[in-house]
């Protein structure tokens, strides 16, 4: 079976996901501000044992989606005009991603999010938040976290070879956590917690957003 996987490919340090959209991986350290405002839908704080560096990365996903603009009749009838046209046309939003790096990170160093990807979810084991009173920073260097903020919403998925130590661990932090079939939903799971596989709709569809605590 092929594994599931949300890049479609990478140019200019860009990555083009399945679904169009774009986004960009870098080190937490070198972005200036939390990745919210004009042209960001949400983004992902990841760290664990796959990370060689102390610093978490940070994967955004912009509302940025490559659309085609060509003249319907002219693509009908011309294959060079339709691919000049769609070419412009991933040229453009490949732009005006880039300006939100510049925003964001100017000397930041971009990651290719497919090539980390390949290390991220290889324990057997996924839990994830259903109610929360702590915040990412109490998670970060202890286990293997996979964070997601979309416009405010928050959802915590960790990795974990040993999936009792951790639940206790997280329950003493403030964390309520449900322990994933993995044989059900693992392979799922792993492409949530991929740079930029934490698609919103999903963790929407999957009921992944924690609630905190207080808010019940």
């Excluded at 978490?56 to 659309?67: E, K």
């Excluded at 999010?113 to 991220?120: Q, V």
């Excluded at 957003?209 to 207080?214: A, C, I, K």
Aim: glycine residues 6%; aromatic residues 12%; without cysteine.
């Amino acid at each position: 079976m092929i594994p599931l996987n949300p890049y479609f490919k990478e140019e200019r340090n860009i990555s083009i996901l399945q679904d169009g959209v774009l986004g960009m991986v870098l080190w937490v350290d070198d972005v200036r501000s939390v990745p919210q405002g004009k042209g960001i839908e949400s983004f992902q704080i990841i760290h664990g044992q796959f990370i060689d560096k102390a610093s978490p990365i940070v994967a955004i996903r912009t509302d940025i989606r490559i659309t085609y603009t060509g003249h319907p009749i002219k693509t009908f009838f011309s294959e060079g005009y339709a691919l000049d046209q769609a070419r412009k046309d991933v040229d453009i939003a490949i732009d005006r991603a880039i300006e939100i790096q510049k925003r964001l990170a100017p000397e930041g160093e971009f990651i290719s999010a497919s090539e980390l990807s390949d290390y991220i979810g290889s324990k057997p084991y996924f839990l994830y938040s259903s109610v929360h009173q702590s915040d990412i920073s109490s998670l970060l260097g202890l286990m293997d976290i996979s964070y997601t903020n979309y416009q405010g919403r928050e959802s915590f998925i960790i990795n974990t070879d040993d999936y009792v130590r951790d639940m206790q661990r997280l329950y003493d932090l403030g964390f309520s956590t449900v322990l994933v079939p993995s044989k059900l939903y693992g392979e799922a799971f792993r492409f949530l917690s991929a740079p930029l596989g934490a698609y919103p709709y999903l963790l929407e569809s999957l009921s992944l957003f924690s609630e905190r605590y207080g808010n019940v």
